[in-house]
Nanobody
Framework: QVQLVESGGGLVQAGGSLRLSCATSGRTFITDYMGWFRQAPGKDREFVTAISWSGGLTLYADSVKGRFTISRDNAKNTIYLHMNSLAPEDTAVYYC?????????????????WGQGTQVTVSS
């Protein structure tokens, strides 16, 4: 099984930056996409970004394109989310996820393993 643990969340002023990390552990070697989702209070969980195992392919929600960057370091079994130009609308719990083989990586159903989430709060 795979365990995902997010870190790096916190409080940041609008316009600032944060980098989230997701460390993976377990006996399963992840060969497919990994991604980040977020959920704001009272709203459904939404797709943020995803990355292929090689790092050569990335997907972004329109709301974060040009501001957020996903990356991964397979030697460290870790993926990252670098967030720039943060706005209050980005306030949410951010979840790291590891995908099943195949599927639509924009959808949560494509992901088999999920972290516990890390809170990001952006003040105005």
């Amino acid at each position: 099984q795979v365990q995902l643990v997010e870190s790096g969340g916190g409080l940041v002023q609008a316009g600032g930056s944060l980098r989230l990390s997701c460390a993976t552990s377990g006996r399963t070697f992840i060969t497919d996409y990994m991604g980040w989702f977020r959920q704001a209070p009272g709203k459904d969980r939404e797709f943020v970004t995803a990355i292929s195992w090689s790092g050569g392919l990335t997907l972004y929600a329109d709301s974060v394109k040009g501001r957020f960057t996903i990356s991964r370091d397979n030697a460290k079994n870790t993926i990252y989310l670098h967030m720039n130009s943060l706005a209050p609308e980005d306030t949410a719990v951010y979840y790291c996820a590891a995908a099943r083989t195949g599927g639509n990586y924009y959808e949560g159903a494509a992901y088999r393993y999920w972290g516990q989430g890390t809170q990001v709060t952006v003040s105005s």
